[in-house]
């Protein structure tokens, strides 16, 4: 069965500061979704790596992924309130057919 | 456009009850998947269809989930006789291709 780990699963971090989260995942993928949660809503999509190399930015983050390492990142740059939220990786199974998504990590930015 | 919506909002059942839940994807999807999420946890997959078939059913955690989406479009998630493990909520996503699912709000579902 596929696994999905993420960590940190918490991080409080200061406004302003960088991170980065970690993605790593346990069998062969080529594809690794980035979503948000905010508290009672549902998953938004932010990224879609869809090759060893990939990486994407969007304000302040930015993702990237290693198929090789089975790892991807989410780096957070200068972070502000607003990016408060869950942030979850997910894979799919080489038909596509089926997501696995890591545990989240539940981000708070603190003024 | 209207993107992929879910109804109800909530749902409290009592043990035992039967529920349905509804979702609406995004007209022209072609796949629908289902996800349940605990409480802290990530969304776990339980179904998915591609057009009216449904192609992979592992992820059901008993034969007292229940999924179909006879016209290709809405589905319906039916747990019979819950149980307080059911208590979670229930994501529909809807695609057009196997990458990118876009989600609906999801139904919190409590079973006292």
């Known amino acids: 069965e596929l696994k999905v780990e993420q960590n940190p699963l918490f991080l409080s971090m200061q406004e302003g500061k960088n991170y980065t989260i970690y993605c790593n995942y346990s069998t062969t993928s080529d594809r690794l979704y980035w979503y948000r949660q905010d508290p009672g809503k549902s998953l938004e999509s932010l990224f879609v790596l869809l090759s060893n190399g990939a990486v994407k930015q969007e304000g302040r983050l930015m993702a990237s992924l290693d198929t090789k390492a089975r790892l991807s990142t989410l780096h957070i740059t200068a972070a502000v309130h607003d990016l408060s939220a869950t942030y979850f990786c997910a894979v799919d199974d080489l038909t596509g057919n089926q997501f696995y998504f890591g545990t989240g990590t539940s981000l708070t930015v603190i003024p | 456009g209207a993107g992929v919506s879910q109804s109800p909002r909530y749902k409290v059942a009592k043990r035992g009850q039967d529920v349905a839940l509804r979702c609406d994807p995004i007209?022209?999807?072609?796949?629908l998947f289902w996800y349940q999420q605990a409480l802290g946890q990530g969304p776990e997959f339980l179904t998915y269809?591609?057009?009216?078939?449904?192609?992979?059913k592992s992820g059901l955690p008993s034969d007292r989930f229940f999924a179909e989406r006879p016209e290709g479009s809405v589905s319906t998630l039916k747990i019979q006789r819950t149980q307080q493990e059911d208590s979670a909520v229930y994501l529909c996503?809807?695609?057009?291709?196997?990458?990118?699912?876009?989600f609906g709000p999801g139904t919190r579902l409590t079973v006292t």
């Open positions: 996503a809807s695609s057009t291709s196997s990458y990118e699912q876009y």
């Open positions: 269809f591609q057009n009216e078939a449904q192609l992979d």
């Open positions: 007209s022209g999807h072609v796949s």
